[in-house]
């Protein structure tokens, strides 16, 4: 076991300022990602932490993930778009083309599904091995440069960005596109990074 990954399930990500509080979304979530960590390990899968969150890996290739979100423990498949999912249990992130994603609020639904999820994670070694790829289509997003060289520093601000719905997206955008000097663009998406992470659309923290 990784105890990089330990430290995840006692302090968070640290990606906000919640890391390490009790308001910290990943320690809602303890039990249910503790689970799904036993889980992942019978598959035979190196455990690391990238972008703040555990990852597994197969000779260096990433094949799963998991993580909290406010609303649940989950676990995620890189290359999900690729998976048969006979079951129908799997979920897209937003506009992510690849990533799939199951999503539980409790450990009794994670244990009920346990075999299914080896058997997912199994299929998703065998589809790395096979060397498949996922075959993208363009994105037309107008995106400004400035937001596209943050997703290169940070890929999870990327993911957590394509898992807003397409209208929260295309509010962001638009106004990371408004201001004429590239600074004041940086400034606009700095500022507003946490309430991506947290999965909120632009003006979401002002409703009531």
Not at 98 to 126: G, Q
Request: hydrophobic content about 35%; aromatic content about 10%.
């Amino acid at each position: 076991m990784n105890t990089k990954v330990d430290k995840y399930l006692t302090d968070g990500c640290m990606r906000c300022k919640y890391g390490g509080t009790p308001q910290c979304k990943v320690l809602n979530w303890v039990e249910e990602l503790e689970l799904l960590r036993q889980i992942v390990f019978e598959t035979g899968l190196t455990e690391e932490i990238k972008w703040g969150v555990p990852v597994y890996t197969h000779y260096g290739k990433n094949i799963v993930t998991i993580n909290a979100l406010k609303e649940s423990a989950n676990i995620g498949f890189f290359k999900g778009v690729l998976l048969t999912d006979k079951h129908k249990i799997l979920k897209q992130q937003g506009n992510l083309q690849s990533d799939r994603l199951i999503k539980f609020t409790n450990p009794t639904d994670i244990e009920k599904v346990k075999d299914i999820l080896k058997e997912y994670i199994l299929e998703a070694i065998l589809i790395e091995e096979s060397g498949k790829k996922v075959e993208f289509k363009k994105n037309h997003d107008p995106i400004p440069e400035e937001l596209t060289k943050a997703f290169e520093i940070d890929p999870a601000f990327k993911k957590a960005f394509y898992a807003l719905t397409p209208g929260r997206q295309r509010g962001y955008i638009l106004h990371f596109s408004q201001p004429k000097q590239t600074q004041t663009r940086i400034g606009r998406i700095e500022k507003l990074k946490e309430q991506i992470f947290n999965g909120l659309g632009l003006n979401d923290k002002y409703s009531s």
